[in-house]
Every structure is written in C-alpha cells, then in structure tokens.
C-alpha cells in the first residue's frame, strides 16, 4: 500500500508522447513531440517565436479543436488518464487549468464576477474558499472587485487570470507568457506569486515564457523548442551551463549577431 | 388638453410597449450569448402564437394548461433549433448564420400555413376581461384589461429575465461566454451547453410574447412582420443589453400610440424610425448597449 502510494507520488501528472499536430488538415506545427511534467514540479517551455510553444499547450488542454487543429500522432497523458476525446470543460474540472496567452480576462464583467465564472471549473463545494485563497494571494484583486475587469491594469488583469486558474485548485497550470506586456518590477511580482501557488498549494506547472532567465529561477527542468520538436532538455542547473543556451536564450556570450544566425541556420538544416 | 385621454393612450402604448420588450429579451438573450442576430425572432413568435392556438383550440385545453404547454414546447424549438441549425455553423461568417435565421423565418411561415392555412384566427379568450379603472387627478381612466395583464405577464417574466443575467451563476457564465468564448472554455464553461440554454431562453420569451400579443390582436401567418419593430427596438436599446430592451421596448411603444393618437396612423413607423435614426447618430451602440472596451 505504502509502496502504491510512494509510485504515484512520484508519476508524471502529465506526459506527452510523441505527438504530432496538424492545422487545418495541411500545416504541421508539431512534430514528434514529448515532455513530462512529474507531480508539483515547475517545468519550462522555451523557444523562439513560432517554435510551437502555446500549440503544444493547447494541445494538452484540448483547445486546439475549435481553432481547426487536431492531434494526429501521439498521445497525451494527464494524471494517467489519456485526454483523446474529453471536452475542454470537461479536463478543466479533473485539474487541468490552462491561463492563455494575452490575459483574456472576460473584460465586460467584474473581478468577483471573472472569480465567479471560473467556479465553473471547481469539482462540487471549494469554490467558497476558493475565493478566500484567492484575495489571500492576491489582495490587490479583493481592492478591486468591484471593478470592471477591462478597466484592470495589465499586471491587475493577469493576477485576475492567474486567480481564475487558483480558485479550481488545480494539479497542473499552463501557463502561456505570464510576463506578456508588463513591467520589469511587475514580472518579478508574478512569477514571485506563481513559485509560491506552486510550492504552498503544490500545483504542477508547466510554464511557457519568452523570458528565460525569469523561467530558469523558478523552474526545476526546461524543453527547448525549435520548429516543432524539442532540441534540448535538462534539469535547469544543467542547461544553464549549456554554452549555446546561454548564449541563445539568456543572452550571455560574446558571439556576434552574424554567428547566431550562421548556427541558427547550421543547426535547421542538421535537424 | 384632455389630460385624461393622453393618459389613457400613454397606458396603452406602455402596455403595447411591454410585449415589444418581451419580444425583444427573447433576441437579447440569444444575440448576447451566441452573437448570433436572430432574424426569424417575429416568426418564433408567429409560431408561439399558433402552437398556443393548436392546445386551446385544436386540443381544447384549458389556457393554464396551453399556456405552460406552448412554452415547453418553445423551449424544444429553441433547442432544436440551435442543436440542428446553429451548432453546425459554429465559427463560420456571422453573415451565413444571419442568413440561416431569414430562412428559418421563412420556413416557419410556410410551416404554420400549410398546418392551420393563412387566414386570421383569434385566440380563445383566457385574459380576465373586467375593464379596468385607474384613478387619476383627471377622472377615471380606462385601461384595456388585455393589455394591462398581458403587459404585467411580460414585465415579470423580463425581471426573472434580469435577475438571472445578474445574480444566477449560470447568467455570468453566459455573460462571460458572450465577452470571450475561448476563455469560457478554459474556465471549465460548457459553452454548446451555454449556447443551447440561450435560444431556449430567447424561443421561450419569443413564444410567450406571441401567446400574449395573439391575445390581444388575434393571430395570422403575417404577424411576423411585429420582429420588426422587434429589431428597431433592440437596436435602439443596444443589441446585448436587456435593460435597453426594456427601457427601448416601453418608449417605443408610448410614441407609437402618441403618435398613432395625435399625428394619424401613417406617422406610426416615420416616429419609430426617426427615433432609432437620431439613437444611431448618437449612440451608435444602443441607449444601454456595451462599448467595445478599448485599452490602447
């Protein structure tokens, strides 16, 4: 028993294996690609633009069917169950909250009314403390209630979007570019608050960002993405060795811009 | 000036007024969750009318028992209707799914009269007919006792309409919906649920507004032409708000009345239009319609 439970401890909560992702029926954004998230952990997603970052992310939560996509190849594991076939609301309600790209706060209605919505994704009877937990992490949203969500400020409306996902206490967050359009000082704030969701309600995340120093401090293990496929994987204190990583991703080396592109071009023709 | 008839004409347009509104929520509701502009909303109500008059006259029920009966059977159309017709052109042009409600409203026409043929019909009274006296400073003023209950019928059932949209968490999951469907989805929002319950709202209001509006007019397969003034209204009390509808459906049918009274019946749709032309130059989005929140 004990043994049992000590295994699914341990088991990824998501597992993508080898998929491949096709939009309308010709153009191919994935290919062959896989990553694990294990329980609790904090696992980044990097790549350039394009790369097929938020399309492996809607993948995973099942959106990318209403924008004529479909995984062709592959499946996709969460809490060991396979996802073919669930409706997004549907994976919402097991524990798998995807916050988009770009905020996407329903702008029309209050905060407390954003809140209420997200109740929607809550299994039966959290969503009281829901709440609670949520002006917890994020009191500025308690100031602001009452207030129109499009009127939010940008770092106001992604705490919002951040706090719909925490109100279904969910096992794993995607979260997509959580430092899209905001200030240096604000960034800092965010991914403070998105370290703390992970280590004190232990939700797994599996985090997209074009800001890769930032995704490094809080993350355990890195994908690196280049035209549809993972180039590079590792526990982030390796990478962060890695001489082309930093060179590529966290600007650090003394290599001209003219080199990039010569080893940019190298490295697609090789793979 | 006969204070006591401009009163009594005032009651009269209001009360023609509260169907307008009621006719209007059932475009509302749909318009605001699915974006969808429901042409065929006059001949959804045209049908209510004749499925009314099927029960009552056809069957011979007793009116409690047709009423509630023509509206669950309202609620089915609505949810055919989307299931069969709307579904299926999710993410298509806003224009095709347009197209789809104008011949929807022409089908049903050609439906109701190949099942009861064209000609006029009146309803089997069911309203109380005990004229009414309101007490004024002027006198007694009549008030049509048609009008009076039908328009009480279609104010509560657009309050119950209001209260839902603000305070039942299923009306801020269609609020949300409405704002930004992707988002509704990742939120756990079942949206073709969302959608479904919306035109059974909008065909249920659609439907009673019929009952009511034949009960006072009688019936035919041209009432139709009634979503008319049905889309004046929501476009001058803005397309997603239901308190436009309302407040646009209970003015238009106050100067409707005026203007049919004082100016002759040929000024009816002159002040109508007038109106919803000075409402567009002013507020193109309505009296209470939302504007686009723009952050640049």
Known sequence: ?271 | MDWLFLFEVAIAGLGAGGLYALAAVGFVVVYKATRVVNMAIGEILMLGAFVFFGFASGLGWPPWAAVPAALVVGGLFGGVVERTMIRPMLGESPIAVFMITVGLGSLLVGLVELVWSPEPRRLPAFLPDAPIFLPTPWGEAYVSPKTAYASAAALVLITGFMLAFRYWRGGVALRATATDRGAAYTVGINVPLVFATAWIAGSVAAFGAGVLLGAIGGISSTMGVFGLSVLVVVIVGGLDSLLGALVAGLLIGLLEALAGTFLGGEYKLLVTFGLLVVVLLIRPYGLFGTREIERL
Not at chain 1, 82 to 104: D, M, N, Q, S, Y
Not at chain 1, 166 to 185: H, N, R, T, Y
Request: aromatic share 8%; net charge neutral; glycine share 8%.
């Open chain 1, 1 to 271: 028993m004990t043994i049992a439970t000590a295994t699914a401890g341990t088991a990824a909560v998501l597992a993508v294996n080898n998929i491949e992702v096709v939009y309308h029926d010709t153009i191919q954004v994935l290919r062959g690609l896989s990553l694990s998230v294990p329980r609790g952990a904090v696992v980044a997603l990097l790549g350039a633009n394009g790369a097929g970052k938020t399309t492996t992310l809607k993948a995973v939560s099942r959106l990318l069917e209403l924008e004529n996509g479909a995984v062709t190849a592959g499946d996709i594991r969460f809490a060991d169950q396979p996802i073919a076939g669930l409706a997004p609301h549907t994976l919402v309600r097991r524990g798998l909250f995807h916050v988009l790209e770009g905020r996407r706060v329903f702008e029309d209605l209050t905060v407390e009314e954003n809140l209420t919505a997200a109740t929607y994704a809550c299994r039966s009877g959290t969503a009281r403390a829901g709440f609670e937990l949520v002006y917890e992490y994020f009191p500025r949203l308690y100031e602001r209630r009452t207030s129109t969500a499009g009127y939010l400020s940008g770092g106001e409306q992604q705490m919002l979007a951040i706090g719909r996902a925490l109100i279904a206490s969910p096992q794993l967050m995607l979260l997509d570019e959580p430092s899209l359009g905001l200030s240096p000082i604000l960034v800092e704030t965010i991914f403070e608050i998105i370290a703390r969701i992970n280590r004190e309600q232990g939700t797994a995340l599996l985090l997209v960002e074009q800001n890769a120093a930032m995704a490094f401090a809080i993350a355990s293990y890195a994908y690196i993405l280049e035209t549809g496929k993972v180039v590079i994987d590792g526990p982030v204190e390796r990478l962060m060795r890695d001489e082309d990583v930093r060179e590529f991703y966290l600007g650090q080396g003394g290599r001209s811009y003219r080199d990039v592109k010569h080893y940019k071009r190298r490295k697609r023709w090789l793979s």
